[in-house]
C-alpha cells in the first residue's frame, strides 16, 4: 500500500484540470486527441475546455513476451502507421524480432478493429495544419506516447501540445523535447505506476470510449 495519496478522484476530474491550464495556453484551429482507452475520458474533459473536437489517436502497446506491461513498442494505424521499438527494452528482454513483426501485425489488426467499434464508420479527423492536443491518462515508458505522436507529425500537424495528468520526472522531461508544448501535472519521484495517481482508476470499456465520443464536441 503506498503512503502517498491520490492526487486525482478520477480521470475526468484530472481532464478537467489539464483543461482549465490548456484553455489559456492552447488556441487556433484545435483538435483534441485520444489515446483509447484510458485517455478517452481524460480528453473529452479537454475537448469541451478547449470547445475543440475530440478524435482518435489508435495506438497500441506491444509488451514484452513475459511481461505485458513492460512495453517493447507502439504501433499507431490509420494513413500513416508507425512503429515505435524501445530498442534498449528489446535487447534487455531478448526478444526475436519474428515475435516482434507478428505482436506488430496483430497490433495493426486490433487497431482496425477498434477504430470501426469506436468510430462507428465516421470517418477521422485530419490534422494537418491543426493544433493536435495529445492526451492519455499518464505515462510509464512513453512509447505509446511516441507512436502517437510519430503519427500525427507525419499527418502534417501544425503543432503539437502533449497532456497528461502523470508521468515519470526523467520520461517528462526528454519528452518535452520532442514536442511543441507538454503539460504534465504531477511527476512523482520515486514514479511507481500511473494508476497511483487516482482514487478511481477502474479499466475503461469499449462502451465508455463510445459513451465519450458521442458526448464529446466532434
Known amino acids: 500500500m503506498s503512503d502517498r495519496l491520490p492526487a486525482f478522484a478520477d480521470r475526468a476530474e484530472a481532464g478537467r484540470r489539464l483543461g482549465e491550464i490548456l484553455a489559456d495556453r492552447v488556441h487556433g484551429d484545435v ?7 484510458g485517455g478517452v475520458p481524460v480528453a473529452l474533459e479537454v475537448a469541451q475546455a478547449l470547445e475543440a473536437p475530440l478524435d482518435l489517436a489508435l495506438v497500441r502497446k506491444i509488451g514484452a513476451p513475459r511481461d505485458p506491461e513492460v512495453a517493447l513498442a507502439a504501433v499507431i494505424g490509420g494513413n500513416h502507421p508507425r ?25 495493426l489488426a486490433e487497431i482496425e478493429r477498434r ?18 492536443v495529445l492526451v492519455d491518462d499518464g505515462m510509464a515508458t512513453g512509447a505509446t506516447a511516441r507512436a502517437a ?5 507525419a499527418q502534417g500537424v501544425r503543432r503539437i501540445v502533449l497532456a497528461v495528468p502523470v508521468a515519470p520526472p526523467t520520461l517528462a522531461a526528454a519528452l518535452r523535447e520532442e514536442v511543441d508544448e507538454f503539460v504534465c501535472l504531477l511527476e512523482p519521484d520515486p514514479f511507481r505506476s500511473v494508476g497511483e495517481a487516482y482514487r478511481d482508476f477502474r479499466q475503461v470499456s469499449d462502451a465508455d470510449v463510445v459513451a465519450c465520443l458521442g458526448g464529446s464536441a466532434s
Open 31 to 37: 483538435i483534441v486527441y485520444a489515446i483509447p482507452r
Open 83 to 107: 512503429t515505435v521499438i524501445n530498442e534498449e527494452i528489446v535487447r534487455m528482454t531478448g526478444t526475436p524480432p519474428d515475435w516482434l513483426e507478428r505482436e506488430r501485425v496483430a497490433a
Open 115 to 132: 477504430r470501426r467499434l469506436y468510430l462507428d464508420g465516421r470517418r477521422s479527423l485530419d490534422p494537418k495544419g491543426h493544433v493536435a
Open 149 to 153: 505522436i510519430a503519427g500525427l507529425r
